[in-house]
Structure formats: C-alpha cells, structure tokens
C-alpha cells in the first residue's frame, strides 16, 4: 500500500487572523486514481490545496510525494510544479494570443533561442499521445473551453506531473466537452497519476471518481470509496446535517394570475445587439419563471436584454403597466429591477472593494456617489444581510476577494435585496457553490416570491430549475420556442422542447 501512495498529507493546520481554516487534516492520494476533494464553500479545500501548492506556508503538519525519501516544505508554486505537484484552475491560466505550442512550452526555456520546428513537433506528439483535437500553430484562443483546459493539464503532464489538481474544470464546460475532459483523465489515470478533482457537480464524481475525502469547517469529515457513499450520505456529511432541508424544498404552487392581473414587467419584440431574436416576455407579482435552454441558447443574453445591460436594438418595455424605457443598468435599478449576472467575478463582485463596499453599491449607485451613505448606515445595512443570509467573514471590511465563492454569490444577493427590488433576475446564482448554499438560495428565491418579489431564475441544472421554477421560458438558437407550466413542466418535456419534438407518451 505504500508504493501505492502519490501523496501523504498528515495533521495539516492552517489559521488567518480570526479563522482556523484547517484544523489537523489528514488526505492520501494513491498513484492511478481520481480522488474527489468535497465540501462546502469555505470548508478548507481551497485552503488546503494552496497549503500544497506553496501558496500557504502550513502552520504544522507533514506532507510526503512519492519518490521523494524525506518531507517536503513547497514554498511556491514554481517549487510544487518543479517537484511534479501541477493545478489546473476554473479559470485557464494560460496566454489566448499565443499558439498551443508557445503556451505549451512558455516559461520553460531560453527565448534567446527557440527551435520552432522542434517546439511544434514535441507538442503534436503530446496533443497525439493524449488525443487532444488542437494544431500546434493554432491560436488557443480559437480553440473551445475544454481544448484550452485540456492544453494546460498536457502542459502539467509533460512537466512529468505526479499529482495533478483539477480545479472545478468542468463549470464551464458543455456535457460533450465534459466527457471529453473525462477521457483524458480516465488515460492519464491509466498512466499513473493521481488526480485530486475538486468540483460541485455530484453526478460528475460519482461518473469519475475512485474515492472521497470531505471537509467541514477546516476539519477532516472521513474519506470513502465511491461505491461506499450514497448521494444522499455525502450531501449530509458535507453540510453535517440530514437533508430534510432538500427533500423537502417542493416546487412552489404554479401562480395563476388574475384574468386582468398588470404584469410586472413585461416586453414586446424585445432585440439587443449581442444577437438576441426579437420575443416577448411577462412576468407577473410573486412569480418565479426561468429561462431554459442548452449553452448559447440565449437565455443569459435574454436576461440581459430585459436589464439593459446590452444595447438594445428594438421593442417595448412596460413596468407595471405603464411604458417606460430602458436602455443601460441604471434605467432598470430606478424602476425596481435587479440582476445578478452569471459570471460573478467579471461582472459582479469588485474584489478590491470590501464586503461592506460591495452590498451597499447598488444601492449607492441609485442614490448617487455625490450623497454618500455614512460609516454607520453602510456597517448597518452590511450587519444586516450578512446576518440574514449567513455570510461567512471576518468583518465588513474583509475584501470580498477572500471570501468562498459561495460567499461571494450571497454578498451579491445581499447587494439586491438591499434596493427592494420588485423584479430579480438570478442567472446561474448557485453555480460553482456548495449543495448546502444551493438549497439556502433556493429557498430564499421562494421566500421572495412568497412576499411578493417577481423572479426570474436559470441554472444550468434542469433539476434546480424544476424545484424552483412555476413557469419556464425554453430556448432554442436564441428564439424562445416553447412554454412549460404545472405538470408539463419535466425533464423530458424540457428535452423534447430544445429538440423541437413532441414528448412519446410511456
């Protein structure tokens, strides 16, 4: 069994000021094996990964790689890379302008003097060996998400990678480039790397992975071999409570408005620049509606029509009746209307600004930056929604920046529900994050509407969106090409409207 092991790490503690972020974590990778590292945001797993990665010196503890006789004590990581420790992040740490091939070998060399035709060669034998459909002399920029993932884990594989840690690599991806993502991994197992995949999609670790370590509040929750742990068992043991919270999270009564009921909002032949078709839309008080569809279907692009946050190039809008026009964010705010956007880190959170700095913008923006909230009123309303939506931070002035990303996710719900919005648009809130805050957003979405806000919600998970949804919006190619409702709404009937065929009965 000790050949066996890739990686040893022992009684591994880690503190900042005010959090104990690891508290004697034990975790052992075994060489050939895909190893699932699992638990909530903000339970250690990043933490104790760049403890590994030399970007965190650990407080105590031991870590032990295969083919080295003594302890090691990595103090960046340029020296975990050397010693054959590589991470592949969510986000590609690689150079778009550049060709496969210099991204392959960038850093790796004397540029004084670049042998070109060899550089080229040595990447089509490794792009061969690992069936990695890209040219070398092809910008990566033009190559899809999971090539440009798939580059950088060859690149890692090539520096004679022992242990390779995959990063959520799989949030951005399309089902047919997550199983061609799997297959390399599945050949670089054959090979005899141990790989630690961190991710938040379940289905993905139970496709892919040999065992399970889970982590809770800093601590060492128990590591199981996947045919070992049901579902149900691991989404206990990551949040440390039995799923009554999840099994009992029901679709919210499909809301019949009133014959004469005023929309909330509702559009006609609405068009933006970044190509989406003219359609029409409403959304009544208290209703939760989604927008469904395959990647690049349109359904983030509609949403940002709706709140101007893409030029529009055509139709008509009505809030609560009466015609009004919005053409930029700020129109949207003033009429009640707010949106947190797919990509939280492009266009959501300000990571140099602080947790307090970023829940009061919003509404900082509909006040205007020449009346400025006071220190007290901004700590007060910051108390107030890290409070009720359980944000986990040392203080209001922590930079947002260092908080999990689930964190992160509630201090922009925070930032909205701060204005009082009669209309909010949530696209994709729960990706990325852990099934305990997935469940406590969709609760608070149904909270919402229960007290009357309109809610526009999409996730890439068809599940979530049944659960939560009373009414969904499918897209095809950008054109909204049907509408589900009570009982109609399945994921069958989902599919079968994407594809643009009729649901088989039995």
């Known amino acids: 069994m000790?050949?066996?092991?890739?990686?040893?790490?022992?009684?591994?503690?880690?503190?900042?000021?005010?959090?104990?972020?690891?508290?004697?974590?034990?975790?052992?990778?075994?060489?050939?094996?895909?190893?699932?590292?699992?638990?909530?945001?903000?339970?250690?797993?990043?933490?104790?990964?760049?403890?590994?990665?030399?970007?965190?010196?650990?407080?105590?503890?031991?870590?032990?790689?295969?083919?080295?006789?003594?302890?090691?004590?990595?103090?960046?990581?340029?020296?975990?890379?050397?010693?054959?420790?590589?991470?592949?992040?969510?986000?590609?740490?690689?150079?778009?302008?550049?060709?496969?091939?210099?991204?392959?070998?960038?850093?790796?060399?004397?540029?004084?003097?670049?042998?070109?035709?060899?550089?080229?060669?040595?990447?089509?034998?490794?792009?061969?060996?690992?069936?990695?459909?890209?040219?070398?002399?092809?910008?990566?920029?033009?190559?899809?998400?999971?090539?440009?993932?798939?580059?950088?884990?060859?690149?890692?594989?090539?520096?004679?990678?022992?242990?390779?840690?995959?990063?959520?690599?799989?949030?951005?991806?399309?089902?047919?480039?997550?199983?061609?993502?799997?297959s390399l991994m599945r050949d670089l197992k054959a090979r005899g790397v141990g790989i630690i995949f961190i991710t938040h999609f379940l289905e993905q670790v139970?496709?892919?992975?040999?065992?399970?370590?889970?982590?809770?509040?800093?601590?060492?929750?128990?590591?199981?071999?996947?045919?070992?742990?049901?579902?149900?068992?691991?989404?206990?043991?990551?949040?440390?409570?039995?799923?009554?919270?999840?099994?009992?999270?029901?679709?919210?009564s499909a809301l019949q408005p009133e014959p004469d009921a005023v929309p909330v909002f509702e559009a006609s032949g609405l068009a933006s620049a970044q190509g989406t078709k003219a359609f029409d839309f409403k959304i009544h008080k208290g209703e939760v509606n989604g927008f469904t569809g395959l990647l690049g279907s349109g359904r983030s692009e509609s949403v940002r029509a709706i709140f101007g946050a893409d030029k529009i190039t055509g139709g008509r809008v009505r809030v609560n009746g009466k015609a009004v026009k919005i053409s930029k964010p700020r129109d949207a705010m003033k009429h009640g209307i707010g949106y947190l956007p797919e990509d939280r880190k492009q266009d959501g959170i300000i990571e140099d600004l602080s947790v307090r700095e970023n829940i009061i913008l919003a509404l900082q923006v509909m006040k205007g930056f020449f009346r400025p909230f006071s220190r007290s009123e901004a700590e007060a309303f910051a108390d107030e929604y890290i409070k009720l939506l359980g944000i986990k931070t040392a203080s209001t002035d922590t930079p947002v920046r260092s908080l999990s990303g689930g964190n992160q996710q509630k201090v922009?719900?925070?930032?909205?529900?701060?204005?009082?919005?009669?209309?909010?648009?949530?696209?994709?809130?729960?990706?990325?994050?852990?099934?305990?805050?997935?469940?406590?957003?969709?609760?608070?979405v149904l909270k919402l509407a229960e007290d009357g806000v309109s809610v526009t919600f999409i996730s890439s998970e068809i599940e979530e969106m049944l659960r939560t949804c009373s009414r969904l919006i499918v897209m095809r190619d950008r054109n909204i090409v049907g509408e589900l409702t009570g009982g109609d709404m399945t994921q069958a009937n989902i599919m079968h409207t994407i594809a643009g065929e009729a649901a088989q009965n039995g």
């Open 2 to 182: 000790q050949n066996d092991i890739a990686l040893s790490m022992r009684k591994i503690c880690k503190a900042f000021p005010g959090v104990r972020a690891l508290q004697n974590v034990d975790f052992t990778l075994l060489k050939g094996e895909i190893h699932a590292l699992m638990g909530e945001n903000g339970a250690g797993k990043s933490t104790l990964i760049k403890v590994l990665t030399g970007v965190y010196p650990k407080d105590s503890g031991q870590i032990h790689l295969a083919g080295i006789n003594k302890e090691i004590n990595v103090k960046s990581p340029q020296e975990a890379q050397n010693l054959g420790i590589s991470t592949v992040y969510q986000e590609i740490m690689l150079c778009p302008n550049l060709t496969v091939a210099e991204n392959m070998f960038i850093g790796r060399g004397n540029y004084s003097f670049v042998n070109w035709r060899s550089m080229e060669n040595k990447t089509t034998e490794i792009l061969d060996r690992l069936n990695i459909p890209a040219r070398p002399t092809q910008q990566l920029a033009a190559c899809s998400l999971a090539v440009q993932q798939m580059i950088a884990i060859a690149r890692s594989v090539d520096m004679d990678c022992k242990v390779l840690i995959l990063d959520e690599p799989t949030s951005s991806l399309d089902e047919h480039e997550v199983e061609k993502l799997f």
């Open 206 to 252: 139970y496709e892919i992975c040999d065992r399970i370590t889970v982590l809770r509040n800093g601590e060492l929750v128990g590591e199981y071999g996947v045919k070992d742990l049901p579902r149900v068992q691991l989404i206990s043991k990551m949040m440390g409570k039995e799923l009554d919270d999840i099994t009992s999270l029901h679709n919210q």
């Open 412 to 444: 922009i719900l925070a930032r909205w529900l701060l204005t009082n919005p009669q209309y909010l648009i949530l696209d994709e809130p729960t990706r990325g994050i852990d099934v305990g805050t997935k469940v406590e957003i969709q609760k608070l």
